[in-house]
């Protein structure tokens, strides 16, 4: 039990605002007093760690979990998460529209994969005008803009005008990656590149698994 072992060092670091709003969730949930946040690693998906917040019963806390005392906000790292977890922050971002959510920058990332085993993916002809001019923007414009919150936008393939992203990195939910390609990604492309048709996003976002990449229909 977690009364019976002593706390580890702080794993992660929650903001203020990323911490009002747990709490707020938190107060509209049964017995609030004797829960605490759980955060921990669930996978890997494109290069990056993806994540699973939840409220559970401090109390079930066992050894090499640790736990943070954080005022009225306790949080518990499982053991397994702990080592990916540190030096971590859990954060709340709004975006142009006002929109907000919360997002996990975290330093650490997978270790690269080898290539047996791995499905092929396709593949970007870089001697493509508009791809070169694309991958320009990404890297000079989009990814500097977005490292700060773990994301990162990488071109997966071009098709006659429309261009396929893939995107990675800490934002937590559709939602927020959403609001991140239309409200800022797609923006920033469309001014540098007038002339692009679709801008679509073919990360999945519903279980973590690869991304995928389906020519339209000739």
């Known amino acids: 039990m977690s ?12 903001s203020p605002e990323a911490r009002t709003t747990v709490l707020e969730v938190l107060a509209n949930e049964p017995e609030s007093a004797a829960l605490a ?14 994540y699973d917040m939840y409220f559970q019963a ?22 397994a998460s702990v080592d990916r977890l540190q030096g971590a922050t859990l954060d709340f971002v709004t975006d142009a529209s006002g929109e907000g959510g919360l997002v996990i920058v975290n330093p650490n990332s997978p270790p690269a994969p080898t ?15 508009l791809a070169q001019r694309v991958v320009s923007v990404l890297e000079e414009q989009v990814n500097p803009s977005i ?4 994301g990162r936008a990488d071109l997966v393939a071009v098709e006659d005008a ?21 409200q800022g ?18 990360t999945d976002h519903a279980d973590g698994t690869n ?7 000739s």
């Open 58 to 79: 401090l109390g079930d806390a066992g050894t090499g979990d640790v736990v943070q005392p954080d005022g009225q906000l306790p949080v518990v790292v499982p053991s």
């Open 185 to 202: 990604i797609e923006v920033i492309l469309r001014d540098a590149i007038p002339e692009l048709a679709n801008i679509v996003d073919v």
């Open 115 to 129: 290539l047996k085993g791995l499905a092929s993916s396709p593949s970007v002809d870089l001697s493509d005008p």
């Open 37 to 50: 946040l759980w955060l921990e690693i669930s996978g890997e998906a494109d290069g990056a760690y993806t």
């Open 3 to 14: 009364e019976d072992r002593e706390d580890i060092r702080p794993v992660l670091s929650v």
């Open 147 to 150: 490292a700060a919150h773990g």
């Open 162 to 182: 429309s261009v396929y992203l893939r995107l990675s990195g800490g934002c937590q939910g559709c939602g927020m990656a959403k609001a991140t390609l239309s």
């Open 211 to 217: 991304p995928y990449y389906e020519p339209a229909p």
